[in-house]
């Protein structure tokens, strides 16, 4: 009688065990050690990749002047190639891609209190950064250079200007969209005010030397400031992104609702823009240069979901989170000299489809 009890209640243990719903794992990301160049990979027969599309994804990117180019899937490196004399340790300039640099090191600058993205900018940086009146300017928040909605002149000879001269008024903020240069660049200045330090060690404290990255910012020319790195830099600043601000248990920003504001529609004027990144699958988008609104996704081959920094000479960081990867292409143009996205990415994401699907 006790050994039929016994397996009674084995059978019933068992039986409310599995009527239960059972946890579901989260997807495990891999993060490469932050003082090591050591990084994980994966094969393509690992993943289940296409590998015939392999070479011809690499004679693509060889006939389009690429330095290097990597995929990362769930965090470990499945593609890492270079090209020509560039190699895993050179470096190359982000161009705008580092756009996105700026905007998460502003959302952390918020996060510690520092500045509210809703105040006027010159709460920061002071009055007399343009040549606006008091009221013109005080209607000017850190928002609005976050998401090209100043309303300063984007007509005036020199687009990358920073000087109060350059910046005029042209119309009213949040009222038009345009990829202004220097409306981008005074961020650095708004940073560096509200946190009482320079934007470029802030930067380097919260959030390069915290997941390993390598590179600084240069001044270049007069005005821009340009951030340069290896590939494999960029790659980590992706994997941060695709972790939604976390690197391997250790959050960089916590702040939740602003990640999600960043990287999905800021306004209507360019559905395809968050703050300094661009996103794929929206009903529009304008481009860097053109007042035009475009109807459609801004790159039509892409995952919907793809989120971008995007560069000149097509520098391009992409994160994919329902494929939980991030891609990174250097180089100079591929087929077109534009700033921001460009027919590149369409013709990339064709030759990259084909490999991972």
Known sequence: ????????????????????????????????????????TLSIAEVGWNASAEQPLYDFLEASATDAFI???????VVEKYFGTFQQSSIHSWNSAAKTLTAFTVGIA???????????????????????????ESQITVRNHLTMTTGLDYTVPQNFCTDPECFLYKNEPDTFWYYHQGAYTILDNIVTGAVGQDFKDY????????????????????????????????????????????????????????????????????KSYGYLYWLNGKSNYKI???????????????????????????????????????????????????????????DLWEKINLLIN
Do not use: H
């Not at 243990?13 to 990301?29: A, G, I």
């Not at 494999?232 to 999600?260: C, H, P, Q």
């Open 203 to 270: 930067f380097n404290a919260k959030i390069r030397n915290k997941i390993g990255m390598s590179g600084g910012w240069v001044k270049t020319g007069s005005y821009l400031n340009l951030y340069f790195s290896n590939a494999r830099s960029m790659a980590r600043f992706g994997l941060l992104n695709l972790n939604e601000g976390v690197w391997n248990g250790t959050t960089i920003l916590a702040d939740k609702n602003y990640f999600m504001e960043m990287t999905t529609t800021s306004q209507d004027l360019n």
């Open 71 to 77: 995929i990362l899937k769930d965090g470990k490196i």
């Open 288 to 346: 860097p240069g053109s007042e035009t609104l475009f109807t459609g996704k801004l790159i039509p081959n892409a995952p919907d979901d793809l989120i971008a920094g995007l560069g000149a000479f097509d520098q391009k960081l992409y994160i994919i989170p329902s494929k939980n990867m991030v891609i990174v292409r250097m180089g100079d143009s591929g087929n077109e000299d534009e700033l921001g996205p460009t027919n590149f990415d369409n």
């Open 110 to 136: 918020q996060e510690e209190g520092f500045l509210s993205i809703d105040n006027p900018s010159s709460n920061y940086m002071g009055t007399g950064w343009s040549s606006l009146t008091s009221e013109q």
């Open 1 to 40: 009688m006790k050994r039929i009890n016994v397996f009674l209640f084995i059978a019933l243990l068992s039986f409310f065990n599995c009527s239960k719903d059972e946890p579901v794992e989260p997807d495990t990301l891999y993060f490469p050690p932050v003082n090591s160049n050591t990084w994980a």
